[in-house]
């Protein structure tokens, strides 16, 4: 099925992205697809930016200075939450056992750091 000339999208609209790095090899492929008018006429894609907000990080997670695995928390979460998340997470439960974590070291959005 053919998109209309006016909408780039699918492959359409990986030529049409191509448009300002090789706009005659975009034109041709362009025509090639059946389409009448010229590819430069065509609209510029619009971005969803709602795509590109991130809730939730990846935090590797250092257990007396050993990276011993990673946890996925949220973006604004406390120190108490990632202590929660990293006690409750069973990859890392073997770690740390019945041992008292003495101290957290939580660098935002960067890693986690225990010591037992």
């Known amino acids: 099925m053919r998109e209309p000339a006016d ?5 359409w609209r990986g030529i049409a992205d191509n448009r300002p790095f090789a706009p005659h090899i975009a034109e041709e492929l362009w025509f090639a697809l059946r389409n009448t008018t ?4 065509a ?3 619009q971005v ?3 795509v590109l907000l991130r809730s939730t990080i990846v935090l590797p997670v250092q257990i ?16 108490d939450q990632v202590r ?8 890392l439960r073997r770690w740390i056992l019945d041992a008292k ?5 939580l660098v935002p ?4 750091n225990v010591l037992i």
């Open 48 to 50: 969803d930016e709602s």
């Open 101 to 105: 974590i003495k101290k957290l070291i």
């Open 7 to 11: 909408e780039p999208r699918g492959p």
């Open 43 to 45: 609209p510029w894609p």
């Open 109 to 112: 959005g960067r890693i986690v």
């Open 64 to 79: 007396n200075g050993k990276r011993r695995g990673e946890i996925v928390v949220p973006i604004d979460a406390s120190e």
């Open 84 to 91: 929660h998340i990293v006690e409750e997470e069973p990859t």
């Open 38 to 41: 010229s590819i430069h006429h």
